[in-house]
Antibody, heavy 122, light 104 residues
Framework: EVQLVESGGVLVKPGGSLRLSCAVS????????MSWVRQAPGKGLEWVGR??????????DYAGPVKGRFIISRDDSKNTLYLQMNSLKTEDTAVYYC?????????????WGQGTLVTVSS | DIQLTQSPASLSASVGDRVTITCRAS??????LNWYQQKPGKAPKLVIY???TLPIGVPSTFSGSGYGTGFTLTISSLQPEDIATYYC????????FGQGTRVE
């Protein structure tokens, strides 16, 4: 069974930094485009950013609210996806999910991890 | 960015009812429209992709239709386990989600 397991969510002060991890098993991680999606408490889903495979250039794209502050990276030797979050703001408080793009059109997400909660508060 | 507008924001239905949720895109997205089901405290689950395709394991009571800018998700006979919030998502360009429809 495909599994994605996020970790690293904690309480952090505004202006601080944090790195989330997503450990992936049961599929060829190096061939997968991956995304982070977040959900603020009581709110809807918000796409954060994605990273393509190394074969596709390993390039990243980000949503406007996090561009310049968040960095997505991957370590294919460890089957792990990362989200480096800098200059955190209270509005970054959310559950962060990692998810895999479909391998043909890259246009939908399946499966998803269980999520990790990041709280930004003084 | 492409905006997705879902309606209604919430709806109340009974077991056995036919439920329809609409998602409208701010510009044409062909059939790059997907639907997710999310139950409280759980991760989203894909229920329709490419506007009308059912993933393996999703009940046939779920169906999707549409192309371009207008899309619908239909549950033909609502079951208790279908109580959830449903989100549309476009994959035509940088991904975006609709604001969600709560089915209760």
């Amino acid at each position: 069974e495909v599994q994605l397991v996020e970790s690293g969510g904690v309480l952090v002060k505004p202006g601080g930094s944090l790195r989330l991890s997503c450990a992936v098993s049961e599929f060829t991680f190096r061939n997968a485009w991956m995304s982070w999606v977040r959900q603020a408490p009581g709110k809807g889903l918000e796409w954060v950013g994605r990273i393509k495979t190394i074969l596709d250039g390993g390039t990243t794209d980000y949503a406007g609210p996090v561009k310049g502050r968040f960095i997505i990276s991957r370590d294919d030797s460890k089957n792990t996806l990362y989200l480096q979050m800098n200059s955190l703001k209270t509005e970054d408080t959310a559950v962060y999910y990692c998810t895999k793009h479909d391998p043909i059109t890259y246009s939908y997400f399946d499966p998803w991890g269980q999520g990790t909660l990041v709280t930004v508060s003084s | 960015d492409i905006q997705l507008t879902q309606s209604p924001a919430s709806l109340s239905a009974s077991v056995g009812d036919r439920v329809t949720i609409t998602c409208r895109a701010s510009q044409g997205i062909r059939d790059y429209l997907n639907w997710y089901q999310q139950k409280p405290g759980k991760a989203p689950k894909l229920v329709i992709y490419a506007a009308s395709t059912l993933p393996i394991g999703v009940p046939s009571t779920f169906s999707g239709s549409g192309y371009g800018t207008g899309f619908t998700l239909t549950i033909s006979s609502l079951q208790p386990e279908d109580i959830a919030t449903y989100y549309c998502q476009q994959g035509f360009s940088i991904p975006t989600f609709g604001q969600g429809t709560r089915v209760e």
